[in-house]
Every structure is written in structure tokens, then in C-alpha cells.
């Protein structure tokens, strides 16, 4: 799956995040595209490595901004 902003997803520690964006396009070997995504509960933001992304998060699904 695309991951994309908007969508929530759900850490295997069960905290689920909103993705705000990604960054890096394309993807480039100095800088590597990144995923930036927030905590939904406290807000507290983190980025991780796109690539590196499936292995602890699920996608839940899209965060309603109405």
C-alpha cells in the first residue's frame, strides 16, 4: 500500500499515527524519501525511512479532516 497523508497507522505497540507527509522526492540514496507522522493522541511528531516503514506499522485508515 501507498502510504500517503492523511492515513493513520497503527505502530505493532498499538499507538496509532497520522502521516503529515512525505518528504525526499524522489527517492535518493543521500536523501532517502521519509515518511513524517504524528502521535494522534499527544502530537508528538517522529520520521522514519519510507522504506523502512511496513516493518511495524498497519494502515487503519484516513484520518477525517470535515
Do not use: F
Not at 22 to 36: F, S
Amino acid at each position: 500500500m501507498e502510504i500517503a497523508p492523511n492515513q493513520i497507522w497503527q505502530h505493532r505497540n498499538g499507538i496509532q499515527y497520522r502521516v503529515l507527509m512525505i518528504t525526499n522526492l524522489p527517492d535518493d540514496e543521500r536523501y532517502p524519501k521519509t515518511v513524517v507522522y504524528e502521535n494522534v493522541d499527544n502530537g508528538s511528531c517522529w520520521s522514519r525511512r519510507h522504506d523502512n516503514w511496513h516493518r511495524s506499522m498497519t494502515y487503519i485508515g484516513t484520518w477525517d479532516v470535515a
